[in-house]
Structure formats: structure tokens, C-alpha cells
């Protein structure tokens, strides 16, 4: 880790602190809009957290209709998930500051999501309905102190829609459109979206219930001429019930089935071999369940959030060596119980302490292998504090740890250092971190036929320093983070090639990467808004692939009237390094990916105040010609149209 930066970074903030409090009696307040964040799993202000937390809120969902959730979060400075812009069929990967799948904690709803019997124990965003979310919210950098496991590059909290206040209320949605390459322009209707959400409140009981499907088709998931349509279908069941008992108590029951089925073509092995493949298919189903008591008291709040999930998934693929079809099933259950209470010692001082169990097997059955749940199995029981002062004369400070307890690697302690200032009269915050992460090692890492017992977990470390200002009364903002990670341990596949026996290995070595991100908003007035990030990340080569290297996203939203509004979208994604196996030669083979550039528009019109709207899009304007992964297609110009009715 670069001490230098540190230092300085740790230097900066404590001295603005004391130049700034001898003189904080006599200046005027001019407090930032308060937000909430989720660096304390508490409300908090804007300006008293030591992070900048993106927020990807309802209004922001609501100008990029007909847009996935995966593109969404492509949008935020620091995130990049591959594959959002490919067939929807083709699985998609999460990098935000240079990290990868593994390194990224995804919660819904306060509770950890995944699948335990995957490599990385990642958690599908093609699950995920984007018309369920309320918001998201994407904290970077080290949070295991409060998020555990996988949590080294950032977490990602997302919420679902939540209950009326009204007895009965809801919504209808629809949503048609085209799916081509930029080498095709078929008018036919490949893409199908729908759903109805029903929710409300009645007395002290509180309900939401929802449904929706996803169909699409149109393209191969493969790169090539004349290959076969891939396909991919989703439906989503989501039922909340809330009881609030008394003002102090309140309790949370959800349960929800997912399921997605899709046709996928084989990896890439070179520019003289295809790739097209009409027998590979696959499905997974989801289940999950979950109670959330809370409990507020005069000194604080208590909260218990829990879940159970089982995960199946089928994948059959074809092998030219048997000329047949050979079926893989994985199946996976997790339960996880976090225990954590808010208590406030004074207006400065408050403490979460908590703690975090959970439960993960797996099986896996194919014609090679039998991994039984009996075998493949582990649990975690971490407990963690995390202390906040909050000085009434502009400086914070968020310190915490956790004490990691794994049943097969042993033990494990990560912590956090945060202290930031906010300058009320300039609002303008500085703020600096030093954190600590960890990454278990999957199931199938330490049980599969490749597994390795002796794995220990992956570590990683960040240091960041940032500031965020307002400006122009508000209505401008700005924010600068730096960060430095450095990551030891890291997980590997090793063949031996002697042998060629191979299994999961932890590389020698540390590794770091390193960045920028940075963010503009603007209000123009009431109906002009804009806003842009550019985000720099330099990774050493061995985590060097599917990284860009520059990054810029831009967007702009005009209100025409009261019913009807415009929005338009910006991105551009550097060149990045890709990899493939090239079957001809029996070896790996580098290669380099070309930069792209993606202009996104939509029109969105309220035909009925807050009964009935529509929208247009067209996505990938320029029919821009690119590849997110060496082999595979990408979406070209398309258009979707869709409505909403509410009632």
C-alpha cells in the first residue's frame, strides 16, 4: 500500500479540521439536502458521512425507461458491468475500482444475495427486474467492517418497491421492442416486458404484491454470420407483508421466486472456429424468504434481518467429444441472520454493534462429478462494531471492525478508518479512508473437483481521499475521489503441465489498482438537468482484463411541459484487454478490444397525471459496432416503447 498517500491523505482532513473549528462559531450554516446512505445501515446525512455514496433513486430509474438494471449501474462512475450491452441471454460481469464478481457485495433489501454453488459465489443481476427496484445505492471501497464477506471494491444495496400508505394502489406496465446488431434493422417486436405491482396499507398491515416476465430474442449471443437467435425469458414473483405493531415494533415478512431460461452459444476458441452452438441451454430458480423485526427504543433501534434461499441451476452444453449433450445440475441453500443494534450515546456519539451468521452448501451432479451438501458446506459467524462521532463543528469520524470466524480457514479481522470535515459555510466536504476486506473462498473453490481445502481467503486493502462541493446555490455539485487497493491472496486456476491436474490456487504476490472518479451535476433551472463522471483506473497486469483504463458517462434531461420530458444519454468506454483459448495452438491468447462510444435517447410523456404514461426509446443511436467480450455480439441500434398505468 503507498504509506505516502495515506498520509497525506489522514494529514489533510485533521488539519482542515482544527484551522476550521477555531473559526466555525462565527460562520454562517449552509447544510447540504440531506440524503439517505448506507456507509452506518442507518440514516444518515449527506454530509456527515465520510463517502461518497452514489444513489440511483426512483426519479433517476424514471428517466431511463426500457433500460436493465445492469446498464443502469454501467452509469455510475466506478462501475462497469460487462456484458450489459450484449445478448441478453449472455452472463454479465461486475467490476467497479479494477475488482471483479467476487470482490462485489450485492444486497436487496438489507439482506445478502448469491449463489453458492457458482465459481466467485456471485449473485445474478439478470435475476432482477429493474420495474421492482426502488433504488440503488453503490458504496466503493473496502465494507467488510459492516458488509462481510466479498465486500473489497464495493457493495451494492438495492431496494424493491415498498407499500403504499393508501388502502389499495398499484400499477400495470408494458413495454415492446426490437433486438438487432448493428449489422441488422428488423422492425419485428423480439423484446417483451411486463408486469403489475398491487400494494397498500390497511390499518396496521402493510402489502405489496408483484409480478412480472421478461421474453426477448432476436440475436446470437455469439459473433458470426447467420447463427441462430439466443434466447432468454424471466419471471419474477415478489409478496411483502408489513405489521407494525406499535409505534416501537414493526415486523417485515418477503418471499420471492425468480427464474430465468436462456440458449447460449460455446466460448470463443478463435476467428476460424465457430462458436454458434443450438443445443446449449440452461435455467435457474430461485427462492428466498425473509423476516426483519425492528425494534426503536430512546436510545436507539435494534434490527434483526434474515433469509433463506435455495438456488437451482440447469446447464446443458454439448460436447464434440461425445457428439452429445451433457447435463450439469447445481443446487445451493444459504440462510443468513444479522443481528445489529444503533445505540446512541449522545447528540455526537452513537455505536452499531452486530452480528452476522450464515449458513452455505451446494451439490453439483453432471456424468464427472457428485459433490453431496453433506461434503460441500460452511458457515460464518462474524461479529463487528463500528463507532460514529459526529463533532456538531464539521468533523466525523467512522471507525469500526469485525471478527471474521470461517468453520474451514479459521479466523480473520477487518477494520475501517474514516474521518472526513464538513465545511458548512463552503459546503464543501474533504474526507479520507483506510480499509480492510476479505473474500471467501466459494464453495466450489474449496469442494469441486478443482477445489483446494488448503485456500486461504483473498485480502484487500484501500486507502481514498476525496472531496464534494456545492456550488451556485446548490444546484451545482461536484466530487473527486482518489483511491489505492492493493489485493494479496488473490484467487487463481492453476493446471499443472506435467499432469495436468488442475485445481484453485491463491497467487503469490500483491497486486494494487489504482484510480480516479470523479462527478458533475447540474440544475440548470427546474427543467434542465445535467450531469457527468469520468472515472480512471490503472490495474497491474495480472488483474488487467475487461478494465478501462478511461471511462465517461453523460446525460442531460429536459422537461418540454408538464406531461412531457426528454432525456439523452453518453458513454464512453476505453480499449481493454481480453483473453481466449485458442483450441488451434492448445494456449491462452491475449487480445485487445476496441474503445466505443453509446448515445442512448428517450421521450416519456404522462398522457394522465399520474395515471397513465408512456415512453420512447432508442438505444445505441449511432449503431455504434463494438464487442464487450472477444467473440461475442453486441446490441446495435434498437428501439422499445412501453406504458404505465397506475391506479
Known amino acids: ?26 460562520l454562517k450554516i449552509n447544510q447540504l439536502n440531506e440524503v439517505v446512505v448506507s456507509d452506518t445501515k ?31 449501474l454501467s452509469q455510475v462512475a466506478g462501475v462497469e458491468i460487462n456484458g450489459n450491452q450484449s445478448a441478453n441471454s449472455k452472463n454479465q460481469g461486475i467490476y467497479i475500482r479494477g475488482g471483479r464478481n467476487r470482490q462485489v457485495a450485492i444486497y436487496i433489501d438489507g439482506v445478502p444475495v448469491n ?61 415492446l421492442g426490437t433486438q438487432n446488431t448493428s449489422e441488422e434493422s428488423k422492425t419485428t417486436v423480439q423484446d417483451f416486458n411486463q408486469g403489475f405491482l398491487v400494494n397498500g396499507t390497511l390499518g396496521k398491515i402493510n402489502y405489496l404484491t408483484s409480478l412480472s416476465s421478461t421474453e426477448t430474442k432476436g440475436f446470437s449471443e455469439a459473433f458470426g454470420a447467420d447463427y441462430e437467435e439466443d434466447t432468454f425469458s424471466r419471471v419474477n414473483v415478489l409478496q411483502k407483508v408489513g405489521v407494525k405493531v406499535s409505534d416501537k415494533l414493526s415486523l417485515d415478512f418477503f418471499g420471492n421466486y425468480d427464474k430465468i431460461k436462456n440458449t447460449f452459444d460455446s466460448p470463443y476458441a478463435g476467428p476460424t472456429l465457430s462458436n454458434d452452438d443450438i443445443y446449449n441451454n440452461g435455467s435457474s430458480e430461485q427462492f428466498r424468504v425473509g423476516f426483519s423485526p425492528k425494534y426503536k427504543y430512546n436510545k436507539g433501534e435494534l434490527v434483526l434481518n434474515t433469509s433463506a434461499s435455495t438456488l437451482d441451476r440447469e446447464i446443458n452444453i454439448f460436447s464434440s467429444w461425445s457428439n452429445s449433450v451433457d447435463n450439469y445440475s447445481y443446487s445451493s441453500r444459504s440462510v443468513n441472520a444479522d443481528l445489529f443494534n444503533k445505540y446512541t450515546f449522545s447528540s455526537q456519539i452513537y455505536a452499531i454493534v452486530g452480528v452476522q451468521a450464515q449458513y452455505f452448501d451446494m451439490t453439483q451432479v453432471d456424468a464427472y462429478t457428485n459433490i453431496e451438501k453433506e461434503t460441500a458446506k460452511f458457515n460464518l459467524l462474524d461479529p463487528y462494531v463500528t463507532l460514529v462521532y459526529n463533532s ?61 481445502l488448503d485456500l486461504k481467503p483473498e485480502e484487500n486493502i ?10 451556485i446555490n446548490k444546484n451545482l455539485m461536484i466530487n473527486v475521489v482518489g483511491f489505492h487497493r492493493d489485493e494479496t491472496n488473490a484467487f487463481g486456476f492453476y493446471t499443472n503441465p506435467i499432469t495436468w491436474v488442475s485445481n484453485y490456487i491463491n497467487i503469490d504476490g500483491t497486486y494494487n489498482a489504482k484510480g480516479v472518479e470523479t462527478s458533475i451535476m447540474y440544475n ?14 490503472e490495474v497491474e497486469k495480472p488483474l488487467n482484463r475487461l478494465i478501462a483504463k478511461h471511462k465517461v458517462n453523460a446525460a442531460v434531461d429536459y422537461m418540454l411541459s408538464e406531461k412531457a420530458s426528454f432525456g ?3 458513454q464512453f468506454v476505453d ?26 435517447a428517450n421521450f416519456r410523456l404522462n398522457v394522465i397525471k399520474n395515471r397513465l404514461s408512456l415512453f420512447g426509446a432508442v438505444n445505441n443511436i449511432l449503431n455504434e459496432e463494438f464487442q464487450e467480450n472477444i467473440g461475442y455480439a453486441t446490441k446495435g441500434r434498437n428501439y422499445k416503447l412501453g406504458l404505465n398505468f397506475q391506479f
Open 575 to 600: 480499449k481493454r484487454e481480453d483473453a481466449f483459448y485458442n483450441s488451434l495452438i492448445f494456449a491462452n491468447e491475449n487480445i485487445s478490444l476496441a474503445a466505443y462510444q453509446l448515445v442512448h
Open 524 to 537: 440548470f433551472n427546474d427543467k434542465l438537468t445535467a450531469n457527468a463522471n469520468y472515472t480512471f483506473t
Open 1 to 26: 500500500m503507498n504509506t505516502k498517500f495515506i498520509k497525506m491523505s489522514m494529514c489533510a482532513v485533521l488539519l482542515s479540521s482544527i484551522a476550521y473549528a477555531q473559526e466555525q462559531d462565527s
Open 462 to 471: 484501500t486507502a481514498e481521499f476525496g472531496f464534494e462541493k456545492s456550488l
Open 392 to 452: 456538531g463543528v464539521g468533523f466525523n469520524l467512522n471507525i469500526g471492525a469485525r471478527f471474521n470466524t470461517h468453520s474451514e480457514y479459521g479466523d480473520k479481522i477487518v477494520y475501517n478508518y474514516n474521518p472526513s470535515f464538513y465545511f458548512e459555510n463552503l459546503g464543501l466536504k474533504v474526507f479520507t479512508s483506510y480499509s480492510t476486506a476479505y473474500i471467501t473462498p466459494s464453495l466450489y473453490q474449496l469442494f469441486s473437483a478443482y477445489g483446494n
Open 568 to 570: 439523452l444519454q453518453y
Open 115 to 175: 449463489d453458492p454453488s457458482s465459481i466467485n459465489s456471485e449473485y445474478d443481476l439478470r435475476l432482477l427486474n429493474v420495474d421492482m427496484v426502488e433504488s440503488i445505492e453503490i458504496l466503493k471501497g473496502a465494507s467488510s467492517t459492516l458488509y462481510g464477506s466479498g465486500a473489497a471494491t464495493g457493495v451494492i444495496n438495492i431496494t424493491l418497491k415498498k407499500s403504499n400508505k393508501s388502502a389499495l394502489s398499484g400499477n400495470a406496465f408494458f413495454s
Open 42 to 72: 442507518f440514516a444518515q446525512s449527506k454530509e456527515k458521512s465520510g463517502k461518497i455514496i452514489e444513489k440511483i433513486t426512483a426519479e433517476d430509474l424514471a428517466k431511463k425507461p426500457g433500460q436493465s438494471v445492469a446498464t443502469v
